[in-house]
């Protein structure tokens, strides 16, 4: 079955250590994007990428980097800088990123990292 | 500034009964509007999605409405069943780009 794997599903830092999320999809979709959830918040946008080798920052990018070297993968690294990196994140895919209307987005099942 | 509002509180209802929840939505224009369900502790999953121009939009026992001079959308479990319970959560999407803007999500728990 296509989809998208998020590993690990929990993960622990020390604060002051980057740390970088895994994803991974087979879905042959050309778009990628890395959301953030915190309790009592909406889904907010840390990067997206519609194509391999691009990228762009969304509404909260600062204290994260990606990278996208191939069509299957897009990991999140989460630096030092992040000032509160507690949170589950969620990674997703598209057919494209040109519209919503015919490409809704798949979801992984998301990696909760606790930074102490 | 641009707002989505998703009723915070959880929606109890009873088996067989249709659940409604509501998005509504301030300073926005969407193209489009897309409902998810998400299970605790996992990704959402995508359900339904309706366009500016529809009044509504079924998919079995969901049903989506869109109402774009109240600035709302409804969606509507009918027979709802205890596996219904989970969280929903609506996107919304101005146009130009498939960069959505989600609602907080309203938890709904159905009782048998």
């Known amino acids: 079955d296509g989809g998208i794997t998020q590993s690990p599903k929990y993960l622990f830092r020390k604060e002051g250590q980057n740390v970088t999320l895994s994803c991974e999809q087979n879905?042959?979709?050309?778009?990628m994007y890395w959301y953030r959830q915190d309790p009592g918040q909406g889904l907010r946008l840390i990067y997206y990428s519609q194509i391999v080798n691009d990228f762009q920052k969304g509404d909260i990018a600062e204290g994260y980097s990606v990278s996208r070297e191939k069509k299957e993968s897009f990991p999140l690294t989460v630096t030092s800088a992040q000032k509160n990196p507690t949170a589950f994140y969620l990674c997703?895919?598209?057919?494209?990123?040109?519209?919503?209307?015919?490409?809704?987005?798949?979801f992984g099942n998301g990696t909760r990292l606790t930074v102490t | 500034s641009q707002k989505i509002e998703q009723n915070s509180e959880a929606l109890n209802i009873q088996e067989g009964k249709t659940a409604t929840l509501t998005c509504n939505y301030t300073?926005?224009?969407?193209?489009?509007l897309q409902w998810y369900r998400q299970d605790p502790g996992r990704g959402p999953v995508f359900l339904l999605l309706i366009r500016e121009n529809e009044k509504e939009k079924r998919k079995e026992r969901l049903k989506v409405t869109f109402d774009t001079t109240l600035k709302q959308s409804l969606f509507h479990i009918t027979a709802s069943q205890p596996a219904d319970s989970a969280t929903y959560l609506c996107?919304?999407?101005?146009?130009?780009?498939?960069?959505?803007?989600f609602g907080t999500g309203t938890q709904l728990k159905v009782e048998l």
């Open positions: 996107a919304l999407d101005p146009g130009g780009g498939n960069k959505l803007t």
């Open positions: 300073n926005y224009s969407p193209a489009y």
């Open positions: 879905l042959n979709h050309d778009a």
């Open positions: 997703a895919s598209s057919i494209d990123a040109t519209a919503a209307y015919n490409s809704p987005l798949h």
